[in-house]
Structure formats: structure tokens, C-alpha cells
């Protein structure tokens, strides 16, 4: 069964600080991977997505992320943030299945917050 | 392009009410689709997803239930709703691209 962990719950930086929020998987076989952001009673956006390739992905708004298969790691980053990156933050993984489904797991979020 | 659209996007019902929330796709045909609830300071929950017309998987037993009439509108509804019921709930879809993309969202409280 596939399953994601992101140890943080809350994440504390300063403005203009570098980020990184983990992300760890369990997944059989190549995972496609994903973060997304939520604001405040917000949906979520999708930041960025890995499905294979270079492992070191860019998304939107400045973030990035590395896939790391030895660690099962696929951790967010951004090196300077901004008070707007405030938000929830969710990994997920998922992968194609039998029968048509396709359901991704999702971690519990991170929550960062950002003092100025 | 593609887009969902959820509605409402707030209420507030009363307990043993009925509960009725719509979602549909544009500009898709046949995708997945998903409806997540969201707890207070939780992560997310899948409710139910659909591969086609008629198509329901529940993951969940509850006091809910889902429909898809058609092929790009999913309808999330509750007969009599308890106070656990109340939550942020998203829809969501599939796209061609194996990636999950998110609705609005529509908040619900239960008094």
C-alpha cells in the first residue's frame, strides 16, 4: 500500500529565509509525486509534480523539489520566503493501478508560518 | 482549458437536514473524479470517486453518499446531517496527465 508521511506539522521561518518542508513516501513501484498549497479556505494548487526524468523538479512560485528514491524522499524547498508562502502544504503520491482507479495518498500537511 | 467549479461555497445546516453540494468539469470528458472532506486542522479525506456515469466507490461508510448523473458533474449528498458532517469538502478531478486538480472547496457547518 502506498503512503506519505511529512514529520512537521508546523513549520516556523523567518521572511526571507530558505525552506524546506519533507516529504517521504512508500510506494512499489515508480511513484509519481506531487505538492500542492493551500491557503486559508482555499482549495489546493498544485505547485509541482514529478513523473520521471531529472529528479530535481521546478514548480510554481519559486519552489522546487528532489526526488531522492534511495531516501524515498521527494522534499520541497524554496530559498527565500516570501510572508505570502504562509499556507498548508501537502505531498502526495500516486501511480497508475489495475481496474481504472487511481487514487493518490496524501500526507497530513505541513503548516508554515512565516514571521516577518 | 480545463476547470471545476464547486458550489455552494459556504452553508450552514441544521442537524437531521438534507445536504446536497454540486461539482462539475469543463472543458474534460469521462475524468475522474473525487470528493475529499477536510476536518479542522486535519489532512484530507477521500469520501468517494467516480470513473464514470454511475460509477460511485465509497471509501468511506458514512452518512454520506455520492452521485454522478452526468459525465462531468459529481453531487455529494446526506439525507440527515450529523454534527460530524460539518468540514471543508473538495472536489476534484483527474486529468489525461495523471494529475489530481482541486475545486474551491465549500464549507460546511452543521448547528
Known amino acids: 500500500a502506498q503512503s506519505v508521511t511529512q514529520p512537521d506539522i508546523h513549520i516556523t521561518v523567518s521572511e526571507g529565509a530558505s525552506l524546506e518542508l519533507r516529504c517521504n513516501y512508500s510506494?512499489?513501484?515508480?511513484?509519481?509525486l506531487f505538492w500542492y498549497v493551500q491557503s486559508p479556505g482555499q482549495g489546493l494548487q498544485l505547485l509541482l509534480k514529478y513523473f520521471s526524468g531529472d529528479t530535481l523538479v521546478q514548480g510554481i512560485k519559486g519552489f522546487e523539489a528532489e526526488f531522492k528514491r534511495s531516501q524515498s524522499s521527494f522534499n520541497l524547498r524554496k530559498p527565500s520566503v516570501h510572508w505570502s508562502d504562509a499556507a498548508e502544504y501537502f505531498c502526495a503520491v500516486g501511480g497508475p493501478t489495475m481496474g481504472g482507479s487511481y487514487i493518490p495518498t496524501f500526507g497530513r500537511g505541513t503548516s508554515l508560518i512565516v514571521h516577518p | 482549458s480545463q476547470t471545476i467549479h464547486q458550489w455552494p461555497a459556504t452553508l450552514v445546516q441544521p442537524v437531521g437536514s438534507p445536504l446536497s453540494l454540486e461539482c462539475t468539469v469543463e472543458g474534460t470528458s469521462n475524468p475522474n473524479l473525487y470528493w475529499y472532506r477536510q476536518a479542522a486542522g486535519r489532512g484530507l479525506q477521500l469520501l468517494f470517486y467516480s470513473v464514470g456515469i454511475g460509477q460511485i466507490s465509497s471509501e468511506v461508510p458514512q452518512n454520506l453518499s455520492a452521485s454522478r448523473p452526468q459525465d462531468r458533474q459529481f453531487i455529494l449528498s446526506s439525507k440527515k446531517l450529523l454534527l460530524s458532517d460539518s468540514g471543508f469538502y473538495l472536489c476534484?478531478?483527474?486529468?489525461?496527465?495523471?494529475?489530481?486538480?482541486f475545486g474551491e472547496g465549500s464549507w460546511l457547518t452543521v448547528v
Open positions: 510506494y512499489g513501484a515508480t511513484p509519481y
Open positions: 476534484a478531478w483527474l486529468n489525461s496527465g495523471n494529475t489530481i486538480y
